[in-house]
């Protein structure tokens, strides 16, 4: 293969993260993705060092988007509205990018963040825009005064639980296969919604 000129490192990491989309990390390989763009492999290792890295720059690109898709639910004037409108689009992208969404929580190593706190974990600037939105309606007197830091992770731990479950096909259960899973969500959120009312 006679290699073309070399690609940004941007449009290889979107090649890549559309592979993940479409058919899971598990398909991805320096290799196939070179095939993919038409590269020789050495091109793609002048960007990224192994697979593993790779992989690690999609989940961290997968959180940006998440961030993207939520942000501006969050910063809705109606704290309550933002609430749920936050969590609907965060489910929403869940359960549209499934493979993503596992390589970013279910494969991707965060153990090298966490021994450098110099370095932002992934998800923190997401784990921000929602503490900021809990702390909002908390001085807002909107909902109960709860720690934001503290229901932050109460609420991810529920959503991403409900996003998992649904992704592992758990919900609907199978006692009600044909419960729409759209009212289901819609109960959810509004229940996390009434558990913080003042």
Request: net charge negative; charged share 25%; aromatic share 8%.
């Amino acid at each position: 293969m006679v290699d073309q000129p070399e690609l940004p490192r941007e449009k290889i990491l979107a090649e890549a993260t559309q592979m993940v989309i479409e058919d899971g990390a598990d398909a991805v390989t320096i290799r196939s993705l070179a095939r993919r763009l038409g590269l020789a492999p050495a091109t793609i290792y002048s960007h990224f060092r192994s697979k593993n890295e790779l992989l690690g720059q999609i989940a961290l690109h997968g959180f940006e988007q998440l961030l993207c898709t939520t942000r501006e639910a969050t910063e809705l004037a109606d704290v309550r509205q933002a609430m749920a409108e936050g969590g609907r689009r965060y489910l929403d992208f869940a359960l549209a990018h499934p493979t993503l969404y596992k390589l970013m929580f279910d494969e991707f190593d965060i153990g090298p963040y966490r021994d450098d706190p110099a370095v932002l974990v992934p998800g923190r600037a997401l784990f921000d825009v929602y503490r900021d939105l809990y702390a909002r309606g908390v001085a807002a007197g909107c909902i109960r005064a709860v720690d934001p830091d503290v229901q932050t992770l109460l609420s991810w731990s529920a959503i991403h639980g409900f996003a998992m479950l649904v992704l592992s096909g758990r919900l609907p259960p199978p006692r009600m296969p044909m419960a729409d899973l759209t009212a289901i969500r819609e109960g959810f959120l509004g229940f996390l919604e009434d558990a913080l009312r003042p």
